[in-house]
Nanobody, 126 residues
Framework: QVQLAESGGGLVQAGGSLRLSCVAS????????MAWFRQAPGKEREFVAS???????VYADSAKGRFTLSRDNAKNTAYLQMNSLKPEDTAVYYC????????????????????WGQGTQVTVSS
């Protein structure tokens, strides 16, 4: 089993940047595919991006060109660099993990990931 802890959220003006971190503990980090999801008030949890050990990084259309997902297996950490933030990016951002070194077939479905962090709030003001 793996435990996940997110950090890096906060309040930022539109056009600004934030870098979220997800630190994993408990098992071999490189054996897990990682993903970020987000959930705004009154909305369903939505996929943001995923990264595996041997597969490509995949982004939601809303994140393409603005967000960059990376991982450092030596530090057991996944990072989500978010640039050009918009008010509609306001949400709680969750880190998620599932066993496997390849990109999961249903990489954009929350139910694919059995392990979740507690979330970190991102608020973008206009």
């Amino acid at each position: 089993q793996v435990q996940l802890a997110e950090s890096g959220g906060g309040l930022v003006q539109a056009g600004g940047s934030l870098r979220l971190s997800c630190v994993a503990s408990g098992r071999t980090f490189s054996a897990y595919a990682m993903a970020w999801f987000r959930q705004a008030p009154g909305k369903e949890r939505e996929f943001v991006a995923s990264i595996s050990t041997i597969g490509p990084v995949v982004y939601a259309d809303s994140a393409k060109g603005r967000f960059t997902l990376s991982r450092d297996n030596a530090k057991n950490t996944a990072y989500l660099q978010m640039n050009s933030l918009k008010p509609e990016d306001t949400a709680v951002y969750y880190c998620a993990a599932t066993e496997g070194v390849a990109t999961p077939r249903r990489y954009n479905v929350a139910a694919t990931y059995p392990y979740w962090g507690q979330g970190t709030q991102v608020t973008v003001s206009s």
